[in-house]
């Protein structure tokens, strides 16, 4: 099986599932138990492969991760309870007072918060210009342990160099981490451009439904962890391309405790099996709507990296399969943004990406408002800027929607 769709359907019926049903059952189970003593010690050890407790792992969530690991072509995942808490794992489990981390200045509002809170615990946190290499390259010390972007930034849709940054994290031996939730495995792999670890926000484009919380990591087993300086003994214990997501586990799920609940990972993987259906209607709406609003009158400009004159838009077609369903646009000076916000039928005034409904908010005055005005503007962020994310809706429908509340201000 190698069609993305056609494995995500199928992968559970390649291990065995109790009474030939198709998907795997939910497990309960917390703890668990052994025949022979000497087996639960080899797992507590890292000395074999087992369950020794729901917080670090259960059989369903397990089969989550493998789908992941899968659609990401890595080498081994790990779920958490969200998006965020697969973030907070990095410099959690990963870095430790006097290492430095290098991130792309163009982020999701709560990435840029935990950079903040890293920054207390005694981690060197450098806020970089991603969309050229140059300027991660003049960040880097010899305390760099990690550099961190997004695929596509939320909400200004600026899109990392990141090909020319892979090849640069690889000559310099450090650690490639992507937030690939924008775009999707779907849309690209990470691993491609040399990430050695991959971050997806479950929540979004792969559960799709806007009813469930999940984060993962995947390691793609391009980064060699005997290069990096923080892995325990304990982890060491097990084959060295595992080391990265064997200290995870227990740094982050053992000691912080953010797993994935085995229901959670349940209806995310039901959601999962139509994600590419989903992705396809999304970005085809996409394209048309931003198409639509970029010739309106009334709108004063359009941030989606599908449309020709988008800064990184021949970037963005060589590095994804399309440019995904979240795009930005600010309004002509004359219209309030809450007033055509309010005058939309079909879209919703809510935060969240990639649900099968097309969502619509107004950034500054909403996930982007603790952030303060002057960190905004470095940021490209204007303060009528209202950020799309685009469902599964007909396209005419949407069209026609956006139409009425822009014409109506005429």
């Known amino acids: 099986m190698t069609g993305f769709t056609t494995t995500i359907l199928h992968n559970d019926r390649l291990s065995d599932i109790e009474h030939g049903s198709i998907h795997k059952p939910i497990h309960t189970a917390v703890t668990y138990g052994y025949a022979d003593a000497r087996e639960l010690a080899a797992v507590f050890q890292n000395k074999q492969s087992g369950y020794r407790y729901g917080r670090q792992g259960n059989p369903t969530v397990t089969a989550l991760e493998d789908k992941i690991t899968k659609m990401e072509q890595g080498v081994a995942s790990l779920c958490f309870a969200s998006g965020m808490a ?12 006097g290492d430095h981390l290098i991130s792309s200045v163009f982020l999701f509002g709560n990435t840029s918060n935990l950079w903040q809170t890293s920054e207390g615990l005694g981690i060197s946190i450098s806020l970089v210009d991603a969309t050229q290499a140059e300027n991660i390259a003049a960040a880097i010390t010899a305390a760099t342990r990690i550099v961190f972007v997004e695929t ?3 909400p200004r849709t600026q899109v990392a ?5 892979g090849e640069l994290c690889r000559e310099r031996g450090i650690l490639f981490v992507v937030d690939n939730t924008m775009t999707s495995p779907y849309l690209f792999h990470p691993k491609d451009v040399g990430a050695g670890l991959v971050i997806n926000s479950l929540t979004k484009a792969i559960s799709g439904h806007a009813d469930v919380l999940g984060g993962c990591i995947t390691d793609t087993g391009a980064y060699d962890w005997n290069l990096y300086p923080n892995i325990t003994s304990n982890a060491k214990k097990q084959p060295s391309p595992l080391w990265g997501i064997t200290q995870l586990r227990a740094k982050a799920l053992r000691d912080f405790g953010a797993c994935l609940s085995p229901d959670s990972a349940h209806q995310i993987a039901i959601g999962a099996e139509t994600m590419a259906l989903r992705i396809e209607r999304q970005c085809s709406n996409t394209v048309q709507l931003t198409a639509m609003l970029a010739a ?58 990639g649900d099968n409904r097309t969502l619509i908010i107004p950034v500054a005055h909403t996930i982007f408002f603790e952030m303060g005005i002057e960190r905004r503007k470095t940021m490209g962020i204007a303060e009528s800027l209202i950020r799309v994310s685009v469902g599964i809706e007909e396209a005419a429908d949407l069209l026609a929607d956006f139409r009425q509340a822009l014409d109506f201000f005429n």
Do not use: M, W
């Open 86 to 97: 697969a973030i907070a794992a990095i410099p959690l489990g990963l870095l430790k007072a």
């Open 296 to 353: 309106h009158r009334n709108v004063a400009a359009v941030y989606y990296p599908g449309l020709s004159g988008h800064p990184q838009h021949q970037l963005a077609s060589d590095l994804f399969v399309a440019a995904g369903s979240i795009f930005s646009f600010e309004l002509a000076a004359h219209i309030d943004c809450f007033d055509f916000l309010n005058q939309l039928k079909i879209a919703i005034s809510a935060t969240h990406l």
């Open 161 to 165: 160099d990141l090909q020319r940054i």
């Open 152 to 154: 596509i930034a939320n």
